[in-house]
């Protein structure tokens, strides 16, 4: 099982990017996708979410930050408008088969126990 995070880069705040986590060896559509982030110096912290057609979102990305799932291109994306110093981290996604997105359990990455990303870097400077 593959989870390869792309998209990251250099943005000024205002700006967007789209990140793009491609999946090998499990389909998309039948798991809990998130993606989390991790700023230097800091934990890692859930971003959003996608299961089937339900979404969840962080507060401090509600508005600005889309989730969404290709099934045909066993892809999830996270769409990021309006994009701030504070998002500058390593974007993670990561895939559960158990996590349900109504948990509060859902937003603690150590839930998410089965297949993680190897990260891609977002640096939005003000």
């Known amino acids: 099982v593959q989870l390869q995070a792309s998209g990251g880069g250099l943005v000024q705040a205002g700006g967007s990017l789209r990140l793009s986590c491609a999946a090998s060896?499990?389909?998309?559509?039948?798991?809990?996708m998130g993606w989390f982030r991790q700023a230097p110096g800091k934990e890692r912290e859930f971003v959003a979410a996608?299961?089937?057609?339900?979404?969840h979102y962080t507060d401090s990305v509600k508005g600005r930050f889309t989730i969404s799932r290709d099934n045909a291109k066993n892809t999830v994306y996270l769409e990021m408008n309006s994009l701030k110093s504070g998002d500058t981290a390593v974007y993670y996604c990561?895939?559960?088969?158990?996590?349900?997105?109504?948990?509060?359990?859902?937003?603690?990455?150590?839930?998410?126990?089965?297949?993680w990303g190897q990260g891609t870097l977002v640096t939005v400077s003000s």
């Open positions: 060896g499990i389909t998309v559509s039948r798991y809990a």
């Open positions: 996608i299961r089937m057609s339900a979404t």
């Open positions: 990561a895939a559960d088969r158990t996590i349900i997105l109504s948990s509060i359990w859902s937003e603690e990455s150590k839930y998410w126990d089965e297949y």
